[in-house]
Structures are given as C-alpha cells and as structure tokens.
C-alpha cells in the first residue's frame, strides 16, 4: 500500500482517469495522499497569438474545477494543474514530492509510439517511484 500516490489526467476521450483513479484508491494506504495532476503542455508562440488574451487562464480554471469535481470523493485529495512537457513534468514532479506510486491511464499504443513515445511510456521508463499502467 502506498502514502503517496500521483494520478495524471488527460482529458483525452480514450484514456480511463476514472479507472485510474479506482486503482489508486486500491493501492492506497489508510490516509494515504492521491495527486489529481494535469500537464498543461505550452503552446507555441506562433500559435498563442492567434487566441483570445484570456485563454490559458480560463483553460487552467476549467481544468482545476474538473480535477476538484474528480477527486471530491477521496479523502486527502489535491488538484494539481502544471504546465511543461507532459512525460518529464510527471517524473519530475513525482521525484520532487516523495511520490511513492504514478497511477497513470494510456491509450493503446500504436506505430506512433514505437518512433516518438506515449506520456505513460516515457514515465514508466524514467520514473524512480512505482508505475502501474491501466489500459
């Protein structure tokens, strides 16, 4: 059983964050911390300013409420919304906050992954702290 416990969400249709976050329920330990974490990848410049000047504060306020909704009912829940590359963010952030275990949702890999690498990929292999994968 772990204290500690991160759970990276993506809002992306194929990935179970519910699940993920059942499985972490499981594995945790009797007031045990589970993370709620979403990865805010940043947006070129090129790009950020062709969209309206409050975007990235609206988004992150979308997602912050989104994550609060999804962890209302696990005791000793936090929300956590950062922004950076989303595989080596998650590491990081797990190494520096003591993380014992990642519980993190994936897609089924396909070609793609095989040439460049999925998010669940990149944490499994470099992360120092436990990973259990749900597909």
């Known amino acids: 059983m772990y204290n500690k416990i991160l759970v990276p969400v993506s809002f992306d249709s194929d990935r179970n964050s519910a699940g993920a976050i059942q499985i972490?329920?499981?594995?945790?330990?009797?007031?045990?911390?589970?993370?709620?974490?979403?990865?805010?990848?940043?947006?070129p410049g090129y790009a950020i300013s062709y969209m309206p000047t409050d975007y990235l504060a609206e988004s992150r306020g979308a997602i912050e409420q989104e994550l609060a909704n999804m962890g209302r009912d696990l005791p000793n829940a936090q929300a956590v919304v950062i922004e950076g590359h989303s595989g080596r963010t998650?590491?990081?952030?797990?190494?520096?906050?003591?993380?014992?275990?990642?519980?993190?949702?994936?897609?089924?890999?396909?070609?793609?992954?095989?040439?460049?690498?999925?998010t669940a990929a990149q944490v499994v292999r470099h992360a120092k702290c436990a990973v259990h994968v749900l597909r």
């Open 24 to 43: 972490a329920q499981a594995l945790s330990a009797d007031g045990a911390q589970i993370t709620l974490m979403h990865v805010m990848e940043h947006i």
């Open 90 to 118: 998650i590491v990081d952030w797990a190494e520096e906050n003591g993380v014992e275990c990642i519980v993190i949702a994936s897609h089924r890999p396909g070609m793609q992954d095989l040439l460049l690498g999925s």
